[in-house]
């Protein structure tokens, strides 16, 4: 996968660019904790006005599509076994068996071990950071609680990135940002970074899971969306799944508004997953609406955005049988999974 | 001093609460002499479509239950019943315009009608489940299974089917595990939704039944043709296009139970409609 913008960047680069050469913890600080603080009000009120719009029709098959080309379709299970997973990769193929046009999603998203039977189900359709096909994602860094020391985050990080996952999704360790050990965290994301690098010197992708349920704070969410971005994050992701709040409206509205702000700052493009708890098309739609009205329209690539989902996508293809057919489906019209 | 009298508003039961129409429609419920009587929700092809999620999403904690206790709990209804008999004959002399003697003896018929029912819960799979006879060293045996999420046109004659002919079409159907999705009598609702509120106070599950209110005409279309809807009663249906309702139902497999005229007495061959008859077979012994 390719950004607009080339990924020359070695990890920590953009913090050296913005706050000089000299990168102390206490210029980060003095940079996170100098951000002008989040009007949770204004921020609520904005995301509820962003859901009032009525999306029907033709930019609704249109928005049905977006949401199943930018899906990382997920399964973050402990009973995962091959099996599980070559089914989630059949899906991810072929998501309507019964409607040929239905896109295929952006990647898989599953456990490191899991890599191998991902890549190997894929086979040919495997996009290997390609433009097209599909992706295999990795959780990595002792997800979901990324309580591990780093020497394991960073062998679990190079073991899936050996295996061949394209995308990296690391957890952040809230523990260290609560404490307000900023520099902890920025250190763990630019080595698993580095560790992201593949023996050709290209590097994974990686995305950056803020657990924002556990963050307490929007001011937290703001401040921990532009640590990961001067770390070298490509995306910045909400959730594991794995934690309740998921994602919600008004933190994506939030992180995407950091993503505005690093555009106009820098000129480059940061990606956005929300993650967990998106499980209507309808909430999906409104989703789509927001990075439209925040980032624009040209955010809604696979390359900038993505669902992390498991079972959002059925019932995207349900409405889309129904904007197909004229009549409601149901759930035995679509595999499990 | 005089007071205002507050009246009741009819919403619709769906998922065991009790919404408004998803659409914000409401519609004049009248007395036969065209007096008004309240504000009804109309229910839109949206609100069918939330009471199918919330019926199937029903199925399987009803279907699971024993027979013993989807008796229990449908006798439950008929005690409900009995205890707000003075709310339904008020109810049905507004709306049907019809003496308290004759409402009085429908509410009777409707109590009567789901103690019937209730009794069958868990004797009908003796009936028509069976041990066949085969020629081999196992067991064959037929029980019958519900059909899942049944679809109802309640009857719609002028007088005496507001609250006996719904009673009428959902007992039979939900006493075998099957959910419903029921649109009530359209000119008099009222006493489907004071149903509603009987249901939803008598261990009925939340989800099992789902009344709506309004246009079977504008409704029952959308019913027919949904894919996960499996079975179609149109007792009520005999004034619509029912033959239409028939085909689409057919596009995907549904049961159909074609209309019929008058109110459906208690039968067998209601409970039948809705059951699928799985047949299975079983080693006599490990050896």
Redesign the interface.
Known sequence: MTLDHPVALAPADRAVQLLGGDLTEKALRLHLDGLSGVDAVGLEQRAAGLSTRSIKTSSKAWALDTIIRTCDLTSLEGADTPGTIRSLVAKAVTPDATDPETPRVAAVCVYGDMVPYAVEALGSLHAAGGESGIQVAAVATAFPSGRASLAIKLADTREAVAAGADEIDMVIDRGAFLAGSFAVVFDQIVAVKEACRRTDGTYAHLKVILETGELQTYDNVKRASWLAILAGADFIKTSTGKVSPAATLPVTLLMLEVIRDWHRLTGEKIGMKPAGGIRASKDAVRYLVTVAETVGEEWLTPQLWRFGASSLLNDVLLQRQKLRTGHYSGPDYVTVN | MSRLTVPKTYKLYVGGKFPRSESGRTYEVATPKGAFLANAAQASRKDA?DA?VAA?SAVGGWAGATGYNRGQVLYRIAELLEGRRAQFVDEIVQSEGVSATAAGAQVDAAIDVWVWYAGWADKYAQVAGNANPVAGPYFNISVPEPTGVVAIIAPQQATGASLLGLAAVVAPAILTGNTVVVVAHERAPLSAISLGEVLATSDVPGGVVNILTGSPAEIAP?LA?????NALDLAGAGDLEWVDLQI?AA??LTRVLQPEPGIPSPSLDRIGAFIEIKTVWHTKAMR
């Open positions: 479509r199918v199937r959308w043709a949904h894919a996960d809807v689409a596009e995907t």
